[in-house]
């Protein structure tokens, strides 16, 4: 077949199926009421939970950050481009997130994505286990695949069935014997290398992994537990420090990942633990060590940003979002929609098929709302959704209507069956 045949082919399917994915052009910034092709709607899309993503304090930071440290880094963090302020915004992060560990350090990065290819691949290897919640994000799944590790997938933050997985794994390793696995450490492969992987809340259900069991059981296997908390960081916490400062969880061997780029407000990700762990990230992850360092600008502004989080303003509006999803939540269990078990800012509105999600999007578009279908591959299939995200900039009066919204769509278009 001519290669020009195949993608005809793909894209022809992908159409046939209802699972052709369509950009939106914004023409205006980040905000709950925005310009989308030239369409006034109120956006229930972005992971801007806190509202930060507009403000004048950041807008300001980034253009003072570009005076002081120019528009690029023009290199690699271990060749020149590590700046002051990348330097800074890793002892804020180390500060703020760090609590967990005795000695925390931070590592920042460009992406989400590339910090867990990091973490996976640095700290796993060939002869490595990667025990991931079915659910995971795609950059940890993608993370795992590159590792070489072998890779055990466990039911949806099912701690039980992880629990008896790992058991049963230690179980089949002292039978094939001990000796293997101390020459491979000698050698300093990562034979019986062990880790737990989660999303703290997972981005397309809302719901929030059962951390402390699922560290309980890293302690009594010594895994390591990986935590990706793109959705939790800035949200949860008295102070925002997120999900695992929330929980009050301590222990050397949590690796915790937050995002800049969602309640931050900037851009760029990060990864927080014992000292002995960002070292060997500098030293090993090539999605580290192999790429451009990330504007100074974008560092400087998530500085800006992370003290406006962990300040008053970010508890004023940790307590706004708070308001909106119960406000929220409330409304959408008195509509005939299928809803998930969610209590964070990701509220999901079950659909089923694909077609059924995008005619819901599309009555809610003509009346001046948008909320994304999500489909398979991002979601399983069948459980195609609209993935409504709430943000403390959201105006109640605009929750209403939209609640109204989907009160009147629910009662006309058949709703998903519960499974
Ligand atoms: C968004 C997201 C990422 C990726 O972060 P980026 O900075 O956008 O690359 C990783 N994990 C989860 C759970 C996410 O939601």
Avoid at 195 to 218: E, K, Q, R
Avoid at 371 to 399: F, I, K, N, Y
Wanted: glycine content about 10%; overall charge positive; aromatic content about 6%.
């Amino acid at each position: 077949m001519h290669p020009f045949d195949v993608l005809r082919a793909g894209l022809a399917d992908l159409d046939a199926r209802a699972l052709t994915r369509r950009r939106r052009v914004a023409q205006t910034p980040c905000t709950p009421r925005m310009r989308l092709d030239g369409q006034r709607l109120i956006a229930f899309a972005s992971n801007d939970y806190l509202g930060l993503a507009s403000h004048p304090a950041l807008v300001e930071a980034i253009a003072e950050g570009a005076r002081r440290y120019g528009a690029g880094s023009g290199g690699s963090h271990l060749l020149g481009g590590h700046t002051r302020a990348h330097e800074q915004l890793e002892a804020d992060l180390a500060g703020y997130a760090g609590g967990f560990a005795t000695h925390a350090r931070a590592l920042s990065f460009c992406t989400g994505y590339m910090a867990n290819m990091a973490i996976l691949t640095a700290l796993g290897g060939r002869g490595a286990t990667i025990y991931s919640d079915a659910l995971n994000h795609a950059s940890l799944i993608d993370g795992a695949r590159l590792s070489r590790a072998d890779v055990r997938i466990y039911p949806h933050a099912d701690a039980g069935a992880l629990g008896r997985m790992m058991e049963a794994d230690a179980v089949a390793a002292a039978q094939a014997g001990t000796a293997d696995a101390k020459n491979a450490a000698a050698a300093g492969k990562t034979t019986g290398v062990r880790i737990i992987v989660t999303d703290a809340v997972f981005s397309m259900d809302g719901d929030i992994a059962p951390l402390t069991a699922l560290l309980a059981l890293a302690h009594r296997h010594q895994a390591w537990l990986v935590v990706d908390d793109a959705h939790g960081f800035g949200v949860h916490g008295d102070d925002g420090a997120g999900t695992v400062a929330a929980l009050d969880l301590r222990s050397p061997l949590l690796v915790y990942m937050g995002t800049l780029g969602k309640a931050a407000g900037v851009a760029g990700a990060f990864v927080v633990a014992e000292a002995p762990v960002i070292e060997w990230l500098i030293q090993r992850a090539r999605s580290y060590i192999f790429t451009t360092a990330a504007a100074p600008a974008l560092a400087h502004a998530a500085s800006a940003s992370l003290a406006l989080m962990r300040g008053d303003e970010g508890r004023m509006r940790r307590a706004r979002l708070r308001q909106r999803i119960d406000a929220m939540r409330a409304m959408l269990l008195r509509t005939a929609w299928r809803v998930l078990d969610s209590t964070t800012a990701v509220q999901p509105v079950i659909a089923g098929q694909n077609e059924t999600a995008l005619r819901l999007a599309g009555t809610l578009q003509e009346q001046g709302f948008w909320v994304p279908a999500v489909r398979p591959p991002t979601v399983p299939p069948g459980t195609a959704r609209l993935r409504l995200s709430l943000s403390a900039a959201h105006d109640m009066a605009d929750l209403e209507r939209l609640g109204e919204a989907l009160r009147r769509a629910g009662a006309v278009q058949r709703p998903a069956p519960a499974p």
